[in-house]
């Protein structure tokens, strides 16, 4: 079974600081891994995902998250925070792929980022 | 374009009442996800459909919830003799392919009194 761990409930950063939140996940077969932001009222938006290609992968707003195999971890940084940044973050793995796999997501609790002027 | 839709945005009903959700997918996707995400959780897996057939129910709590999506594009979840633990916000998720990134709608946040 596959599942994943959000350290951090809530992380709060300085507009401008780096923003860091952390994912490990647990899988018994190469994930697919993924980041998604949750503005308020608004659905999930798509952040990254690795699909096995390159460990460090770039995604929309400036942010990144970097595969570590040996860590099972898929963080999620961007050097500088913007106050637009302010969100709810949600890591998510889904199995690569057994022959019929519908990928199905299986998400983290979720951080809570505040970006404070 | 048009993304996911999902209707209504809310939902207030009674204990013991039948509820229906809708979900317009993105046009020609054909892989259809539900989950429900609880206060303070993430989003958990209920149902898939690849086209018209339910692939994967693995994730329904119980039999009072069911499925459908006959044309093979807009589903319904229906909920039958709800529960106030069936208060959460229901969403929505459609990729091209099986394996395609799967884009979510607003939700539907349903409230059982």
């Known amino acids: 079974a596959q599942s994943v761990t959000q350290l951090g409930s809530h992380v709060s950063v300085s507009e401008g600081a780096l923003v860091l939140l952390r994912c490990n996940y647990s899988?018994?077969?190469?994930?697919?891994l993924f980041w998604y932001v949750q503005y308020p009222n608004q659905g999930l938006q798509l952040l990254l995902k690795?699909?096995?290609?390159?460990?460090l992968v770039k995604g929309i707003n400036g942010f990144e998250a970097e595969f570590k195999k040996s860590e099972t971890s898929f963080h999620l940084t961007k050097p500088s925070a913007h106050m637009s940044d302010a969100a709810e973050y949600f890591c998510a793995v889904s199995d690569l792929a057994h022959l019929g796999s519908n990928y199905k997501l299986t998400f983290g609790k979720g951080t809570l980022l505040t970006v404070n002027p | 374009g048009a993304g996911v839709s999902q209707t209504p945005s809310n939902k207030v009903t009674e204990k013991g009442k039948y509820v229906e959700l809708r979900c317009d997918p993105i046009?020609?996707?054909?892989?259809l996800y539900w989950y429900r995400q609880s206060l303070g959780q993430g989003p958990e897996f209920l149902i898939y459909f690849q086209g018209t057939g339910a692939a994967d129910d693995s994730g329904l709590p119980n039999d009072r919830f069911f499925a459908v999506r006959p044309e093979g594009s807009v589903s319904t979840l229906k909920i039958q003799r709800t529960e106030r633990g069936d208060s959460a916000v229901y969403l929505c998720?459609?990729?091209?392919?099986?394996?395609?990134?799967?884009?979510f709608g607003p939700g539907t946040r349903l409230t059982v009194l």
């Open positions: 046009s020609g996707h054909t892989a």
């Open positions: 998720a459609s990729s091209l392919t099986a394996r395609g990134t799967q884009y």
């Open positions: 690795y699909t096995s290609a390159a460990t």
């Open positions: 899988s018994s077969v190469p994930p697919y």
